[in-house]
C-alpha cells in the first residue's frame, strides 16, 4: 500500500510567476513592440468644466511625423459611446465617447487624439493643436453637487446632480432609534484616493484589415471584457478581436474595463492599418485614470443602556465624478454597513451624486473601508458615552457562530465564521487589558499611548448570475478554465484571468495538481489571452480563486477519470484501483507498477493504444459558477503615540486577525493581506487627490504631491489567521484580495481617539494627517474651554 500524499492546499509552494518576473522575462504591455508601430499622445481638458468651440489641428497635420488626429467629431462618426458593465441600479445612462464633444466636464477629459512616429512628436503634434474653450460654471463638492444652485452636469438627462438614490432596509429603524435610550450619531467624510498602480495603463492595437483582425495588447484585468466592450463600441464583430493582457503591473480594481484611450489606439490603428501603442504618463494617470472612495457618511447607532446596539441608520453620498465609469462607484458600503454585529432593525441610503471631477471607478474593497471607517470609528464613540469599554462593546454586540448563517438588513447572507475569535486574538496580541489597567499616562517622550479596534466583514466574490442580474450587471458571476494535456507529461492550465500580482497562475496551478494528483511543477498556466481562453469574467472583487477552484476542480475530475481508463487498460487493472502520483498512474496497492504520465498523454492525443470506447483527446473545459458569496472576517488593532500638544503621531503596531477560510497558499495570503494592509493605511495617514473648489483644479496630481507610502513608512504588521472552511465554497476558501484595505482607518482613528480620550478628541475625516489631529485638539480645547482638559 503506498503512503498518502501530502496535500498540496495549504502549502507554501513557490509562486510560479517569480522566476519571469525576477529576471526580468515578464512581458508588459511597454515591452510589447510591433513593425511599424506608431505612438499616441492625448490632449485633454485643462479646465474642470468648458465648452468647446472650434478645433484648429492644421498646424499639427503638418507636422513631419504625424500620421493621423482625432476630434469627438472623427470619434462620434467612427464608433458608439463607451459602455457600462455595471450600472448605477435605478439611474439613467450617461452616455460618453472617447472624445469630449461640444463640452468637456472634467479636468484630463480627452478632447482630441494623436498618432506619430513617436511620443515625442505627437506630443509636439498637440502643442500646435488650437482649441477654443470657454470655461462654464463647475462643482467638485459632494455635498455642495447637491445644492440646489449648484451647476448641473447633465442637464438633457437629469434635473439635479443626484444621479440616483438606493435604500436597503429592515425592521422600524427610525421607531426603534426613537425609543433607544442613547443615539450617537456623526458625519464621516472619507478621502477620494488613487490605486496608484506601478504600471499605469497601457495599450497596443494592431489592425490587420485584409483578415479582418484587432489584436490588442492591454494593462488589463479583464481582457474578455474589454473584448466584448470593443466590439460594442467598434463596428466589429467580437470574434474579430482578440485581446492579451500577458504581465499587468498591478490592478486593485482600477484596471477594469474600457478606457477612452483604448477606443482611440483602436480608432488610430484602423485608419492607419498599422500598429499604435500608448502609455499612459503618470501626470495624465491621475486626471486620466478612475479614482475611488470619496464618500460622506451620516450615521447613526442608538442603542440600550447595556450597550446592545437596536438600531443602525447610514444615509451616505458617493462621489461618482463626471459620469458612471465602467464600473462606477462602490456599492458595498450597502451590504456591510452593520459589519460583523447581530443587527435586525437597520436602513441604509446610497445617493450618488455628479460632481466635475474625473469619474471613480472600482477600487480594492469597493465601498467596505468607507463605511467601516463610519461604523468603526462611531462605534468607538458609543462606548465612550456609555462608559463602557470598546472592547466589551464589540463583544456585546458581535455575531456569534451559532447566529450564523445571517441574512443583513441589506439581504447579505453571512455564511460562517468565528467572528468573536479574531476579536479575542487581535486583543490578546496588543496585550489590550495590560493597556486599559495602566490608564492614560504620557510616556518619557510626552506622548500618550492609544489602542484602537476595528471589526469587518468582507464579501467575497458574487451569489450567482441572477444575483448580479438584479442589479444590471453585464458580467457573470462564474469562472472557466480549459486543462489540456500535454505529450511531456505535463497539464496546460488555460484560463482568461491575467496575472496582475495576485497569485492566480500559483493558486491555480496548486488546485490542479490538488485534484488531478500530478506534481505541481508539471502545471503550466497560460494566462490573459481572450484567443486562447475560455470566456470568463477576470479578476476582481475577490472572487476569483472561489470560482476557478470549483471549475478547475471539475476539469481536473474529469481529466484525471479518463487518464485512468486509458491507464487501466494499460496497466490490466481497473479505473479505481489506480492512482496518479507525480508524474505516473500507479496501482495503488503495488506502487511499482506504473505508467508515465507522458505514455498515457501521448496515447490519448494521437489516438493509439487507448480504449477502443475512447475519444482521442485529453483535455477538459469547465465552468463553475458559486451559488452563494462568501464573506471573509477580522479585527485590525492599531497602537499609536500621540503627542497631544503637536498632534503629531506614530502607529507603533499593527494587528491583523483574519480569516479567510481554507488557506491555499500561506505566502500568497500573507502578501494579499499585507499589500491591502499598506493601501489601507496610505489612504488613511496621507493620500489625498484634492481639488480647489474655486478652480476645480487637481492640485496633488503627481508623486510629488500625492503622498503614497514607502516601505520606511509601514509600522510592524503582525498577522494572526483562523481557518474556518466556509461551507458556501469550493475547498472552503473565502477571498482574500480586497481584505486589508478595509479595517486600517478606523482602528488607527480610534487609537489616536483613544489615547486622546481625556482631551475629549473626535475625528471624523480622512486622511488622519497630524494636522488634523491637530485641529481636532483645538476644536475640543474651545469646545471645552482653556484649562478644562483632564491630564
Not at 492644421?58 to 467612427?78: C, S
Not at 478632447?111 to 506630443?123: D, W
Not at 475547498?731 to 486589508?740: A, C, L, N, P
Request: with cysteine; proline share 6%.
Amino acid at each position: 500500500m503506498s503512503a498518502p500524499r501530502q496535500s498540496l492546499i495549504g502549502g507554501a509552494l513557490p509562486r510560479k510567476e517569480d522566476d519571469r518576473l525576477l529576471c526580468g522575462d515578464g512581458l508588459f504591455t511597454d515591452d510589447v513592440q510591433l513593425a511599424h508601430q506608431l505612438e499616441m499622445a492625448v490632449g485633454r481638458c485643462p479646465f474642470p468644466r468648458a465648452a468647446i468651440g472650434a478645433i484648429d489641428v492644421a498646424q499639427a497635420r503638418a507636422l513631419a511625423g504625424v500620421r493621423h488626429i482625432l476630434t469627438g467629431a472623427d470619434v462620434r462618426a467612427a464608433s458608439e459611446p463607451l459602455t457600462v458593465l455595471r450600472p448605477v441600479p435605478g439611474a439613467p445612462l450617461l452616455p460618453y465617447y472617447a472624445l469630449a464633444g461640444a463640452e468637456a466636464i472634467h479636468e484630463g477629459q480627452p478632447v482630441v487624439s494623436v498618432a506619430a512616429t513617436s511620443r515625442a512628436i505627437a506630443e509636439d503634434a498637440l502643442e500646435l493643436i488650437d482649441i477654443d474653450y470657454e470655461p462654464l460654471p463647475h462643482v467638485t463638492d459632494t455635498l455642495g453637487a447637491l445644492a440646489d444652485d449648484a451647476p448641473v452636469l447633465h442637464p438633457g438627462t437629469l434635473p439635479s446632480n443626484l444621479l440616483t438614490s438606493n435604500v436597503d432596509r429592515a425592521g422600524e429603524p427610525e421607531a426603534c432609534l426613537a425609543e433607544a435610550p442613547v443615539v450617537v450619531e456623526g458625519r464621516f467624510h472619507v478621502n477620494r484616493v488613487s490605486a496608484l498602480p506601478m504600471e499605469a495603463r497601457g495599450i497596443v492595437a494592431h489592425w490587420r484589415a485584409g483578415a479582418r483582425t484587432l489584436e490588442v495588447h492591454a494593462s488589463t484585468q479583464t481582457p474578455h471584457l474589454i473584448r466584448q466592450q470593443l466590439a460594442e463600441c467598434l463596428p466589429l464583430d467580437e470574434g474579430c478581436i482578440r485581446v492579451i493582457a500577458s504581465d499587468v503591473g498591478g490592478g486593485f480594481g482600477m484596471k477594469l474595463g474600457l478606457y477612452p484611450e483604448d477606443v482611440l489606439a483602436v480608432l488610430h490603428a484602423m485608419a492607419l492599418r498599422r500598429p499604435v501603442k500608448w502609455i499612459e504618463d503618470r501626470l495624465e494617470f491621475f486626471r486620466a485614470s478612475t479614482q475611488a472612495r470619496e464618500a460622506v457618511h451620516d450615521v447613526r447607532i442608538g442603542a440600550e443602556a447595556d450597550g446592545r446596539i437596536v438600531a443602525i441608520t447610514n444615509q451616505y453620498t458617493t462621489d461618482l465624478g463626471a459620469w458612471n465609469s465602467t464600473y462606477g462607484s462602490a456599492q458595498l458600503s450597502s451590504v456591510v454597513f452593520t459589519g460583523p454585529y447581530k443587527v435586525a432593525d437597520a436602513a441604509v441610503e446610497r445617493r450618488v451624486a455628479l460632481t466635475n471631477k474625473t469619474p471613480i471607478g472600482a477600487y480594492r474593497g469597493y465601498g467596505q473601508p468607507e463605511v467601516n471607517f463610519a461604523l468603526e470609528v462611531l462605534l468607538d464613540r458609543l462606548a465612550r458615552r456609555l462608559d463602557v469599554d470598546p472592547l466589551e462593546l464589540r463583544r456585546t454586540n458581535m455575531l456569534r457562530p451559532e447566529d450564523l448563517p445571517w441574512t443583513t438588513p441589506s439581504r447579505a447572507v453571512y455564511d460562517n465564521g468565528d467572528y468573536l475569535k479574531t476579536l479575542e486574538m487581535a486583543a490578546d496580541a496588543v496585550d489590550y487589558a495590560a493597556h486599559r489597567a495602566k490608564g492614560r499616562e504620557c510616556r518619557d517622550d510626552e506622548r500618550l499611548t492609544g489602542i484602537g479596534f476595528a471589526s469587518f466583514v468582507e464579501r467575497t466574490g458574487y451569489a450567482s448570475a441572477r444575483f448580479l442580474a438584479g442589479r444590471g450587471s453585464r458580467f457573470g458571476a462564474h469562472e472557466s478554465v480549459v486543462l489540456r494535456a500535454n505529450r511531456s507529461g505535463g497539464i496546460d492550465l488555460y484560463t482568461g484571468v491575467s496575472t496582475f500580482g495576485q497569485g492566480s497562475e500559483t493558486a491555480f496551478a496548486q488546485v490542479c495538481a490538488e485534484v488531478f494528483g500530478i506534481d505541481y511543477e508539471a502545471i503550466t498556466v497560460h494566462a490573459g489571452d481572450s484567443g486562447a481562453s475560455p470566456l470568463n469574467t477576470g479578476a476582481f472583487a475577490s472572487r476569483t480563486l472561489i470560482a476557478a477552484a470549483g471549475a478547475i476542480h471539475e476539469a481536473a475530475d474529469a481529466l484525471r477519470d479518463k487518464t485512468l481508463r486509458i491507464a487501466a487498460m494499460v496497466l490490466q487493472s481497473t479505473p479505481d484501483a489506480l492512482e496518479v502520483s507525480g508524474r505516473a498512474v500507479r496501482v495503488a496497492d503495488e506502487p511499482g507498477r506504473a505508467v508515465p504520465l507522458a505514455d498515457i498523454f501521448t496515447r490519448a492525443i494521437i489516438g493509439q493504444g487507448i480504449p477502443e470506447d475512447e475519444a482521442p483527446g485529453l483535455e477538459a473545459a469547465a465552468h463553475f459558477e458559486p451559488s452563494h458569496a462568501s464573506f471573509s472576517f477580522g479585527t485590525a488593532a492599531a497602537v499609536v503615540a500621540v503627542d497631544p500638544e503637536s498632534g503629531e503621531f506614530d502607529v507603533d503596531r499593527f494587528v491583523m486577525a483574519h480569516d479567510c477560510g481554507v488557506v491555499v497558499n500561506p505566502p500568497l495570503v500573507d502578501g494579499q493581506v499585507r499589500g491591502g494592509l499598506v493601501q489601507g493605511l496610505g489612504a488613511a495617514l496621507a493620500e489625498e487627490l484634492r481639488y480647489d473648489e474655486s478652480t476645480g483644479q487637481l492640485v496633488s496630481g503627481s508623486m510629488l504631491d500625492y503622498f503614497a507610502p514607502t516601505i520606511m513608512d509601514v509600522p510592524p504588521i503582525d498577522l494572526l489567521h483562523t481557518e474556518i472552511p466556509s461551507h458556501v465554497t469550493p475547498f472552503g476558501v473565502r477571498g482574500v484580495g480586497e481584505v486589508g484595505t478595509i479595517p486600517p482607518a478606523a482602528a488607527v482613528t480610534n487609537a489616536i481617539c483613544d489615547a486622546l480620550a481625556d482631551y475629549g478628541v473626535e475625528i471624523s475625516a480622512l486622511p488622519l494627517t497630524p494636522e488634523r489631529v491637530w485641529r481636532a485638539l483645538s476644536d475640543a480645547r474651545d469646545a471645552r474651554g482653556s484649562g478644562a482638559m483632564k491630564r
